[in-house]
C-alpha cells in the first residue's frame, strides 16, 4: 500500500474528469466510466477508498475523434497523451488525460513522466466468432508485451539473462512499428456496427455483448454526477463476479508511486533536473 494521503489525488484527477465530460457533452462524444471507477460508483457512491486512479472509456469513432482534437478542445492544465501525440515516447496503447499542473513518475524502470491522470480506453468491436477472438488475441498480446518490453528498461533485473529478451525486442522493433500494429488490430472490428466489443486492455476475458454498455448513463460519484453503463450489474458481474464483496486489505490494489507532486509542473520538474 501507499504511503501518501490518497484523497487530494482522488478529488484532483476527478477535476479531470469533470473537464473531460463538459468536452464530450460540448462535441456529442460519448465516454462511460469502467472498471474500478464504476464500481466505485455503485458500492462506494464515489472513489474506491483505496484506489488511486480513474478509468473511462469511450467508442472508437469517439475516443479517435477526442485525439484528434484534443488540444483545441481541451481546457489548461488538462492535455491529451498518446501514440499519436508522442509517437516517439508513449509506452501504451491507449491514452491518457493528464493534468500538466502536476509531476507523477509511476515506476522508476518506466521513466515516462507527466502529470496526474486519468485512462481513456477506446471500445472495438469484436466477431461474433470465438476462434477469431482468440487468434486476434494472440497477436495483441504479442505486441502489447512486445511494446512493454521495448520501453522497459533492459537491465531491470540485472545485466543476465533477464536483460536478453528486451534487448532482442529492441532489435526486432521500434516503439513506433508496434504501436502501429497494435493500432491496426485495435481498428478491426468497428464498435458501432458489431454486436459484441471489448477494451482491448482487458484482453479476450473483457469481450462482451455491446447491449451491457448501452448508451451512457448518469451515475452519482462523489459529488458529480458522471456517465455510466446502461447495465451496470451485468457488467460488473461479468468483470469481478460478487462485486458487492469488498476485498480483504492483501487484495486492495493501489499504486505505489515513484514520483507524486500536486503542486510542481512536470515540465518545470524537467527543467529542474537538466
Keep these: ?55 473511462i472509456a469511450m467508442p472508437r469513432r469517439d475516443y479517435d475523434l ?17 501514440f499519436e501525440t508522442d509517437p ?6 491507449f491514452a491518457k488525460i493528464q493534468d500538466a499542473s502536476t509531476t507523477l513518475i509511476e515506476r522508476m524502470h518506466l521513466k515516462y513522466l507527466g502529470g496526474i491522470y486519468i485512462d481513456l480506453f477506446p471500445l472495438d ?9 482468440r487468434l486476434h488475441f494472440m497477436r495483441y498480446e ?4 512486445a511494446l512493454y518490453l521495448v520501453h522497459r528498461d533492459p537491465y531491470k533485473h540485472g545485466h543476465g539473462p533477464s536483460s536478453w529478451v528486451p534487448l532482442l525486442c529492441r532489435k526486432l522493433y521500434t516503439m513506433q512499428e ?23 486492455d482487458d484482453g479476450l476475458k473483457g469481450v462482451m455483448a455491446k447491449s451491457i454498455l448501452g448508451k451512457p448513463t448518469p451515475i452519482p460519484f462523489e459529488d458529480a454526477i ?9 457488467y460488473l458481474s461479468q468483470k469481478y463476479g460478487e462485486y458487492m464483496v469488498i476485498p480483504d486489505g492483501d487484495h486492495q490494489r493501489q499504486h505505489n508511486f515513484h514520483l507524486l507532486d500536486l503542486d510542481v509542473p512536470y515540465r518545470e520538474y524537467s527543467q529542474g533536473k537538466q
Excluded at 13 to 27: F, N, P, S
Excluded at 88 to 93: A, H, K, V
Excluded at 125 to 133: Q, T
Aim: proline content about 7%; hydrophobic content about 40%.
Design 1 to 55: 500500500m501507499a504511503t501518501y494521503d490518497i484523497r487530494p489525488l482522488q478529488l484532483r484527477i476527478l477535476r479531470i474528469l469533470l473537464a473531460v465530460q463538459q468536452v464530450c457533452e460540448e462535441h456529442h462524444l460519448r465516454y462511460f466510466i469502467i472498471a474500478g471507477t464504476l464500481l466505485g460508483a455503485v458500492r462506494h457512491k464515489g472513489f474506491i477508498p483505496w484506489d488511486d486512479d480513474l478509468d
Design 178 to 200: 508496434i504501436q502501429h500494429k497494435l493500432s491496426q488490430l485495435q481498428h478491426q472490428w468497428d464498435y458501432d456496427t458489431s454486436d459484441y466489443v471489448v477494451d482491448h
Design 66 to 82: 477526442l485525439c484528434k482534437h484534443a488540444n483545441e478542445w481541451l481546457p489548461a492544465p488538462y492535455e491529451m497523451v498518446s
Design 88 to 93: 516517439e515516447n508513449y509506452p501504451l496503447p
Design 226 to 234: 458522471v456517465w455510466g453503463v446502461e447495465h451496470p450489474h451485468e
Design 142 to 145: 504479442w505486441y502489447k508485451r
Design 125 to 133: 468491436g469484436m466477431p461474433k466468432s470465438g476462434w477469431l477472438r
